[in-house]
């Protein structure tokens, strides 16, 4: 089965950090890029990060800039969110998804999402 899933959300304080998992299984996890989203309650879904399959690079959204990191692990299938110093409106449920066409997280391509985890940034 062809499937991502997220792990790693919860509960954290202003100017915490939290690291978040997104584990392929069932499709190449190298051929395919890996977009980073979430949505806030009553907002749109927005953009993070796109780690794309074309040239292995990742781009970030301009606000996300500076406090969250990607990584991965191949041998593992397995991309991170590394997100630090988190505000309240990080509050948010945060998906991750493949795009196995384009390999530049095409919105149209995006065709393989997580369940996403919960993230709440509270005090």
């Not at 690079?57 to 630090?84: E, I």
Request: aromatic fraction near 10%; charged fraction near 20%; charge should be negative.
């Amino acid at each position: 089965e062809v499937q991502l899933v997220e792990s790693g959300g919860g509960l954290v304080q202003p100017g915490g950090s939290l690291r978040l998992s997104c584990a392929a299984s069932g499709f190449g996890f190298d051929d395919y890029a890996i977009g980073w989203f979430r949505q806030a309650p009553g907002k749109e879904r927005e953009g993070i990060s796109c780690m794309r399959s074309t040239d292995g690079r990742t781009f970030y959204a301009d606000s996300m800039k500076g406090r969250f990191t990607v990584s991965s692990d191949n041998a593992k299938n397995t991309v991170y969110l590394q997100m630090n110093n988190l505000k309240p409106e990080d509050t948010a449920v945060y998906y991750c998804a493949a795009d196995g066409v384009s390999g530049t997280c095409h919105r149209g391509y995006l065709d393989i999402w997580g369940q996403g985890t919960l993230v709440t940034v509270s005090s």
